[in-house]
């Protein structure tokens, strides 16, 4: 199993984490690249040449298009789109951190809690 590869022994407690996480937990693979489509905090931006938001909006976040100055990024199909891309990433972030969390619980008790 997963433990015998890294040394820990068959069937041990990080056996049964790393079994729990890499089965409930999603696997983004080559969906990953659509990330370049999804959102960047202002003061990162070439396109506002690194300065923070101007005339005291309160949103950190532009969409990467927009801020890597891509004509139509301001298009509003852009940037529903990029603002998709931004929520879906923090849900399935959201999502795999329970996953890793609940992992803990399920490898300390194996068999008792029906996972």
Do not use: C
């Not at 937990?25 to 506002?48: E, H, Q, W």
């Not at 976040?61 to 301001?74: D, E, I, K, W, Y």
């Amino acid at each position: 199993m997963i433990g015998d590869a890294i040394g820990l022994g068959s069937g041990g407690y990080m056996d049964r984490y790393l079994e729990h996480v890499e089965t409930y937990s999603i696997d983004v693979g080559a969906a990953a690249a659509a990330l370049a489509g999804g959102l960047l905090p202002k003061s990162l931006s070439p396109a506002t040449g690194g300065r923070p938001p101007l005339l005291g909006s309160k949103n950190p976040l532009t969409s990467v298009p927009r801020a890597l100055g891509l004509p139509g990024s301001g298009s509003p199909l852009m940037r529903a789109g990029a603002a998709g891309i931004g929520m879906a990433t923090v849900a399935v972030g959201m999502y795999n951190a329970g996953v890793m969390t609940s992992g803990l619980v399920y490898a300390a008790f194996p068999g008792s809690n029906g996972l």
